[in-house]
Every structure is written in C-alpha cells, then in structure tokens.
C-alpha cells in the first residue's frame, strides 16, 4: 500500500501542529505544569490528548513542514497555547499571594517551606493556599476545562499561519489586576482582624508600659492569627468561584468562544 507525499504531510500536520499547542499549554497549566511533574509524563498526556483531539480537530490548512514559515507557524502556536495554560497559572497565583500577606501580617510569615511547583522558599500559609487552590481546581474539573478551551481555540483560530492579535496578550496582563484585588480581598477580614488586635496592644502598651509587650505579644500573635485563618476559611470557595468565572472569562475572550 503506498500513500502519496501529500497525504503524509498531511497526516504529519494534523498532529505535530495541534501538539505544540497542547504541548504548550499543558507545560505552564496549574497542577500539571508544576517542576515536580517529570516532563516526560506532561509530554506523554500531550501526546495521547492530541491523538484523541486530533479526528475532532479541523483539517491544518498550513502543510509547508519544511519551510522558513514553518518555525514562525511553531512560535504562533506555542504562544497560543501558553497563554492559554498561564491564565490557570494566574487562577492559583492569586491565592498563593493572599496567604503570603496573611502570613506577613500575622508573623507566620517565618514558617517557610519550598515550593514545590515553583521551586522557591514561600511562607506555610501561602503553601496551604495553593494546595487548596489546586484541589479545588481538579474538583471543578478544571483539567477538563483546559482541554475543552484549547479544542475550542482550533475551530476559532485554526493554523493558517495567522497571528494572534495582540490584545489577546494584553487581556493577560490586564487581568493581573483582578489576581492581586482577588488576593486583597481574600485576605482583607483577617487583616483588619489583626489591624484591631494590634491596635489593642498598643493601647496596653500605654496603659501598663512595665508590661513586655513584645513578648507576649507575638505569640498570642502567632495564634490569633492561626485561629483569624480559620474563622474566615469560608470566604476562600467564594473568591474561588469569583477568580475561575473570571479565567473562563478571560480564556473565552482570548479564543473567541461563548462563555
């Protein structure tokens, strides 16, 4: 049996084109894309996930492999799916961030462990945060989700070698600012809490000025401010299901979909 090379140029676009793309997105997307994962096991999920998207997927209408054009087509679609994959990325960021002010303000900020989806030193709290987050994210299924958008961005920006408009990059760094309102809000009631608290030392400072205030003060500190964290843990599913209509949001405008 003998196929014609047009056909297996064919073939060989249809699936190494859709690779880099989900590839892409699957190396940055939360949970999936953290250092601990080996890069072997997100290559091999690339790999069977493009395989049962691919007869889904419409035919690739750019087929010069072996072409200058070529390595621009590849950076399109790595930029795409990277995009794609940050917006998840920017979902658990956010509460990272509220725990490391949480952390910050309640002195918990000296209990530090690595990170092991970033590979750096963050407070504990923060760390409890993204675990959470995380959890949350594949309870609402939001793997799932991530490889229903990045199908989606085929039927609504196929490869043809178009670029992506530039505002889809700009939303991105737009929405940054909704990441860090979100971590602010999460971590506001404790704050103000703590702001109180401390308010009320001060006041016994004046009042009893023999009375080492430092001392006592930071461990009834340190416990406050664990007891503060679980009182308000109830407000984190509210600002989770805030913060992931938003990344459905900000995904459905970067590929064109209807939210």
């Given at each position: 049996?003998?196929?014609?090379?047009?056909?297996?140029?064919?073939?060989?676009?249809?699936?190494?084109?859709?690779?880099?793309?989900?590839?892409?997105?699957?190396?940055?997307?939360?949970?999936?894309?953290?250092?601990?994962?080996?890069?072997?096991?997100?290559?091999?999920?690339?790999?069977?996930?493009?395989?049962?998207?691919?007869?889904?997927?419409?035919?690739?209408?750019?087929?010069?492999?072996f072409s200058l054009?070529?390595?621009?087509v590849v950076i399109?679609?790595?930029?795409?799916?990277?995009?794609?994959?940050?917006?998840?990325?920017?979902?658990?960021?956010?509460?990272?961030?509220?725990?490391?002010?949480?952390?910050?303000?309640?002195?918990?900020?000296?209990?530090?462990?690595?990170?092991?989806?970033?590979?750096?030193?963050?407070?504990?709290?923060?760390?409890?945060?993204l675990i959470l987050?995380?959890?949350?994210?594949?309870?609402?299924?939001?793997?799932?989700?991530?490889?229903?958008?990045?199908?989606?961005?085929?039927?609504?920006?196929?490869?043809?070698?178009?670029?992506?408009?530039?505002?889809?990059?700009?939303?991105?760094?737009?929405?940054?600012?909704?990441?860090?309102?979100?971590?602010?809000?999460?971590?506001?009631?404790?704050?103000?809490?703590?702001?109180?608290?401390?308010?009320?030392?001060?006041?016994?400072?004046?009042?009893?000025?023999?009375?080492?205030?430092?001392?006592?003060?930071?461990?009834?500190?340190?416990?406050?401010?664990?007891?503060?964290?679980?009182?308000?843990?109830?407000?984190?599913?509210?600002?989770?299901?805030?913060?992931?209509?938003?990344?459905?949001?900000?995904?459905?405008?970067?590929?064109?979909?209807?939210?």
């Amino acid at each position: 049996m003998e196929f014609p090379f047009a056909i297996v140029i064919q073939w060989l676009s249809d699936f190494l084109l859709p690779l880099v793309r989900v590839s892409s997105m699957m190396m940055v997307m939360a949970g999936l894309g953290a250092q601990n994962v080996p890069s072997r096991v997100k290559l091999a999920m690339a790999v069977v996930t493009t395989f049962a998207l691919v007869p889904a997927l419409p035919q690739t209408q750019f087929t010069d492999l072996f072409s200058l054009s070529m390595i621009f087509v590849v950076i399109q679609q790595m930029l795409i799916g990277i995009a794609i994959g940050f917006a998840s990325l920017l979902l658990l960021n956010t509460f990272v961030i509220a725990g490391q002010i949480l952390a910050t303000q309640t002195g918990l900020g000296f209990a530090s462990v690595v990170d092991p989806a970033n590979g750096l030193s963050v407070p504990a709290v923060g760390q409890f945060y993204l675990i959470l987050a995380t959890l949350l994210f594949f309870v609402f299924n939001g793997h799932l989700m991530m490889i229903q958008m990045v199908a989606f961005s085929f039927e609504t920006w196929p490869i043809n070698g178009e670029w992506w408009p530039v505002d889809n990059y700009w939303d991105i760094l737009m929405w940054g600012g909704w990441m860090f309102s979100t971590a602010l809000a999460l971590s506001l009631a404790p704050l103000t809490a703590m702001l109180v608290m401390n308010i009320s030392f001060g006041i016994m400072t004046r009042a009893a000025p023999q009375m080492n205030i430092f001392s006592v003060g930071f461990a009834f500190t340190l416990v406050a401010g664990l007891m503060i964290i679980w009182a308000t843990m109830g407000n984190f599913i509210t600002q989770y299901e805030f913060q992931w209509l938003k990344m459905v949001e900000l995904m459905c405008g970067m590929i064109g979909c209807s939210v």
